[in-house]
């Protein structure tokens, strides 16, 4: 399959940063060719750029799917009740069948809003696995592991069920990536930790894990083993180059540095941060001088409630503004390299993933900028992150195959997505 | 005119903020009937509400609407510096032209975004007044007067030509409202203030007027007067129920309560806050607490970027969660009333505007539910502050009119806008 984008406006993020007008040539998975000049060539889907922006895919690094089923169910709650009265008890219900209609009704509002390709930590891996292969997004795809057992497999399987999702989905040239999820410090013992580290070594898969989100988690950590989460990872082997930590809100500067030196990578959930009121905020500035990895997440469209990546850049752009006084802080390219470039480096796809570069993989989006709120444009990456949102998104295209077009998805069935996301979330929460 | 609105979801926003399926039936300018049973009539507009939902226009109460011309001219940049690199000089170049253009497109976004009432303030009031009629939008319209002049007039004529403007549009029962603006107390003197505050109480107009936006505004002002704003506003007899303040980001306790006791209006601008990072924010439980008037506003495009209230809800939503470490700080409810009947009570509306009632005026908005990123839905308002975005308002109706319906607008010739915005942005700006 061949796809020809024409006379669009591309934001190459490509290490120059350059934009401009041109074309876009796209064959099997990868892009042929980026051209400043006309590509003569016939293509099975021929896309007019004129009034259009091209960009890399948006790289969400941080998300449980399908819990995109429990979008809106209790809001503007404490965490513990939240947890204990709405979102434990549903999560105990889970089953194939939900897990499969909450994660196709999030990789639709990802197709819809951008997002090519997204680290996923949830139960029912292999289902998602399935349901992200077959609407065609990319997944890095976490097998959580928590002491006390999962909807799916109980403790003493974890490990064992774990290195057989890896070996199922490792190597297979595709849209899946199998990765390690022990779910944190707080609820992983250091032995699990431990185990988590060797399966990593082992079958070279990335880990990711929730450190440092709250304050009582980091005072949890301290009190039972005398360190902070950080240190709680070094000390297992889980602190290095493979590492993808979700949060850290409450680090020092000190953990900071230690995280960049060990070249771990940060996804920033600033959305999730602030509608749980987790106090405590990502170390932005400090991060990037460390010359840090840093991704953007959404984190569960439970506490988000939705998985636009235009909305996160906006959020965490301002945040930090807001935070230290001062409007120079994360400035819009920056925030956009968090959702490209910054992602890409944060699942160790650099070299084929976050920037329109000749022989990268074709995971490229393009928006519709012929609308009021975004005119007049001066400066397009502005726009990206300050005025633009998911709905903007004309055309998502991942591994060099059309997912949407137009609005319209090429992929799924739109109208039985929406119905079984209504159907198992009634079913789940008996409402 | 007649509009028939069939089988919608209908968030009332009445005292009872009951919500219900149901049928709303407009007449001329008025909303004629609100019932959960069929209506039979004959309509020149009828709309199958299935799977929409339907709730008051939102109000905007603070923006400069020609300044959407601006939008993302000059981004993360100090305050200063962008005020006077950027703003002011293209201010300076400032025609009706250019107001009309940039009027016209900040009404189209409006309009797409489910805005129906805005209070403003700026420069070529009477352009923007004829441009506001002619899209069918409702406009608080102030005339602004600073000490140094405006782009339209000499210090001396200010005031004159403010009576001739609250003359010319005062009293026409219509969509235009005139509306007494002096820029804030650090740009004008006691003396223009005294005067603008005989002017709002000989004719009987509201006040829109800059409040303790920054941190550097309260000291400048208490070093020249000996008092912070509200004080000298209060001195100069514009602490009262006819005041709307914006920002409100450095007001005390003392000053919160001092507004709700005199009955005075504050918009809460948080998106422009954070964006320009001025440090300080709006306290909003304890004007909550203290049942102070309280709306949401924008700001300028150029500080935003954009003008999409229901954006504007989530952050107002989010901010102060994450400020108070409390996630059950601003309420999805709270914040829908702030955007709603907040709104109307701030320009003392909420007899006619801010909620679906039969014998209010219509001004009402539907909104497109069926969409991914509205999937499930077990709280319609969760969801309109959460997640919804202006791009999901699926008809904007003013006055009794439909000005745009299935995302055309009626109102407005929708290219020649877009098109003039880009020709007169790049004719102030130069570029």
Not at 7 to 22: H, L, P, T
Not at 122 to 143: N, P, Q, S
Not at 169 to 195: D, F, I, M, N, Q
Request: with cysteine; proline share 4%.
């Amino acid at each position: 399959m061949n796809i020809l984008i024409k006379d669009v406006w591309i934001v190459s993020q490509d290490a120059s940063r350059k934009q401009f007008k041109g074309s876009v040539y796209v064959e099997d998975e990868v892009i042929q060719e980026v051209r400043q000049e006309p590509i003569a060539v016939e293509a099975d889907y021929e896309i007019n750029g004129e009034g259009k922006v091209l960009l890399p895919g948006l790289i969400n690094t941080h998300t449980h799917i399908p819990m995109t089923l429990l979008r809106g169910y209790g809001d503007d709650m404490v965490l513990e009740e939240w947890l204990k009265t709405r979102i434990w008890p549903v999560e105990a219900k889970l089953d194939r069948e939900s897990i499969s209609a909450g994660t196709d009704l999030g990789l639709l509002e990802m197709i819809f809003s951008g997002t090519t390709c997204f680290a996923d930590m949830y139960f029912f891996e292999d289902t998602i696995a399935e349901r992200t292969i077959k609407a065609g997004l990319r997944g890095f795809l976490g097998f959580s592991l928590i002491d006390f057992g999962t909807p799916e497999f109980k403790p003493e399987e974890l490990f064992s069920e774990c290195e057989k999702f890896i070996r199922r989905w490792k190597g297979k040239k595709g849209l899946v990536t199998p990765v390690v999820a022990p779910h944190s410090s707080y609820t992983c013992s250091p032995e699990t930790l431990e185990r988590c580290a060797e399966i990593s070594e082992e079958h070279d898969v990335l880990v990711h894990t929730h450190c440092s989100e709250t304050q009582h988690e980091v005072s949890d950590v301290q009190r039972r083993y005398g360190v902070r989460p950080v240190e709680q990872f070094k000390k297992t082997g889980l602190l290095n180059k493979k590492t993808l930590f979700a949060h850290c809100g409450w680090i020092t500067k000190g953990e900071v540095r230690e995280i960049a030196r060990a070249g771990a990578g940060v996804s920033h959930n600033p959305v999730s941060n602030m509608k749980l009121a987790t106090g405590g905020f990502t170390p932005i500035p400090e991060l990037v001088e460390s010359n840090a990895t840093v991704g953007l997440g959404t984190d569960g469209a439970a506490s988000n409630n939705t998985l636009d990546l235009f909305e996160t850049m906006k959020f965490a752009a301002l945040i930090h503004k807001h935070h230290r006084w001062d409007p120079c802080v994360a400035p819009a390219q920056q925030v956009l390299d968090f959702a490209t470039i910054g992602g890409a480096k944060a699942l160790h796809m650099e070299d084929k993933l976050g920037s329109v570069e000749e022989g990268k993989l074709a995971d490229l989006i393009i928006l519709d900028f012929e609308k009021p709120h975004l005119k007049p444009c001066y400066d397009v990456v502005s726009h990206l992150v300050y005025a633009a949102r998911g709905c903007d998104v004309y055309a998502t295209i991942v591994n060099g195959k059309p997912l949407m077009i137009d609005r319209r998805v090429l992929t799924m069935n739109y109208e039985k997505v929406l119905w079984s996301a209504e159907e198992q979330g009634l079913r789940l929460t008996g409402e």
